[in-house]
Nanobody, 115 residues
């Protein structure tokens, strides 16, 4: 099992920044990839950004150039730095880990971009 705990969500004005953190623990050996997904009300959960063990990253087109995903293996934490936030970034953000082809999810953290 892998446990994921997100933090860092909140309310921010358009153009502002937030950093989300995801602390992972448990059977973290053989985690292949980690990342962030988001789900807005009435919409499906979509990939925001992901990083593999090899360091390859993948970003949704809508966040390229604004969001940066990073991983600190010493702290067992993944970060999502979000800049130039837009109202359409409003969603619940979920941390995700893939281990032995099984997905694991955090509880989610709300990000609201509004003036």
């Amino acid at each position: 099992q892998v446990q994921l705990v997100e933090s860092g969500g909140g309310l921010v004005q358009p153009g502002g920044s937030l950093t989300l953190s995801c602390a992972y623990s448990g059977s973290i050996f053989k985690i292949y990839a980690m990342g962030w997904y988001r789900q807005a009300p009435g919409k499906q959960r979509d990939l925001v950004a992901a990083i593999t063990n090899g360091g390859s990253t993948n970003y949704a087109d809508s966040v390229k150039g604004r969001f940066t995903l990073s991983r600190d293996n010493a702290k067992n934490t993944v970060y999502l730095q979000m800049n130039s936030l837009k109202p359409e970034d409003t969603a619940v953000y979920y941390c995700n880990a893939v281990r032995s082809l099984n997905p694991y999810w955090g509880q989610g953290t709300q990000v609201t971009v509004s003036s």
